[in-house]
């Protein structure tokens, strides 16, 4: 049995670790809410391009344009998307995990060198670079400052390489953000964009609350109150716009721009999915750390019980004897 000075140090060691990954939770709780706030500014403009986009796929329009074009694939471009730490429970790794998953299938399939990958986040810059993929770039820093500028930068690049033929397919590899306790691993193709795919996929975010524990989401949907919508509050689906010059000169202009929107709400799912990882994690250790010191305080008490009992029955041996 370990003494009650052996104890005692850990009892201290685990108050400082517990200590450390509270606070952890709280920044990281702050980080969410701010990430949050970044998608619940962008939803504005993804939704009236998603309604435009819909009323010209409403009316029929059979315009095409190179980027959502399908075409025998022979060389791949992958997006990933990861954090630039850890302490974010299973976060990078599972993405690591599809990642290779996905060069892998891809490699057997079209030959090796076939797939080329451009990681956003420092850990999966640096597993790609021990496993010998075909890297290009690095962009550690748009996860610390997601922008929306270099967001485009990147996807004009990789649209030009489409339009030249150099990339016959591009991808995305991010944890899409559902809720702070629900973050779902996504494979999205990038381009050619499937517009209808895209229109129709679930975009459905819980941006309201930084509470991930299971039994507190269950009770805020249980009394959470229904909005009452008014009459004429929706609006029509198919609205009457006035194309100039023409619809595939719109077109045109439209989908790259459905394409920058892809890809900055991607990286800011994957940011705030990061968050909400780190947040569950530390709690889980919050809590692991609770428990280990409730523990080890009653192993300390009874150690000490014991010790004062051995020096009492000592103390009464000794005056019986007397």
């Known amino acids: 049995m370990p003494s009650l000075k052996e104890i005692k140090g850990r009892i201290a060691s685990v108050n400082s670790t517990r200590k450390i990954t509270s606070a952890m939770k709280m920044v990281a709780s702050s980080k ?10 962008m939803l504005p403009y993804e939704t009236m391009l998603e309604h435009i986009l819909k009323s010209f796929l409403a009316a029929e329009a059979e315009a095409q ?3 959502d074009q399908e075409r025998p694939v022979k060389r791949v471009a992958i997006v990933v998307f990861s954090s630039n730490s850890s302490l974010c429970g299973g976060f990078n790794s599972n993405v690591i995990k ?23 986040g420092r850990k999966v810059y640096e597993k790609a670079r021990k496993l010998g993929y075909d890297i290009h770039g690095e962009r550690a820093s748009l996860i610390d400052h997601p922008h929306v500028n270099e967001c485009i930068e990147l996807a004009m690049e990789l649209g030009e390489k489409f339009a030249k033929g150099q990339v016959d397919r591009v991808e995305l590899l991010y944890h899409h953000f559902k809720s702070a306790g629900s973050q779902i691993l996504t494979n999205k193709q990038f381009l050619p964009i499937d517009l ?7 975009h459905e975010r819980d941006l309201t609350s930084t509470i991930a524990t299971q039994k507190a989401q269950e009770y805020l949907r249980k009394n959470r109150r229904k909005k009452d919508v008014k009459e004429g509050e929706t609006a029509p689906l198919n609205d009457n716009f006035i194309v100039e010059p023409d619809m595939n000169t719109v077109l045109s202009k439209l989908i790259p721009k459905m394409a920058h929107l892809m890809l900055y709400t991607a990286l800011l799912d994957s940011v705030a999915s990061e968050h909400a990882a780190r947040m569950v994690a530390m709690q889980t250790a919050t809590d692991n750390a609770d428990e280990l010191l409730r523990q080890l305080n009653l192993q300390y008490n009874k150690s000490r019980q014991q010790a004062i009992t051995s020096e009492l029955l000592d103390i009464v041996g000794g005056s019986v004897n007397n």
């Open 98 to 120: 599809l990642m290779q998953r996905t060069v892998d299938a891809y490699e057997q399939e079209l030959g090796k060198g076939s797939v080329e990958v451009y990681p956003i």
């Open 32 to 41: 969410l809410h701010h990430a949050q706030v970044a998608i619940q500014n």
């Open 196 to 202: 209808e795919a895209e229109l129709e996929r679930d």
């Open 65 to 67: 344009t190179i980027y």
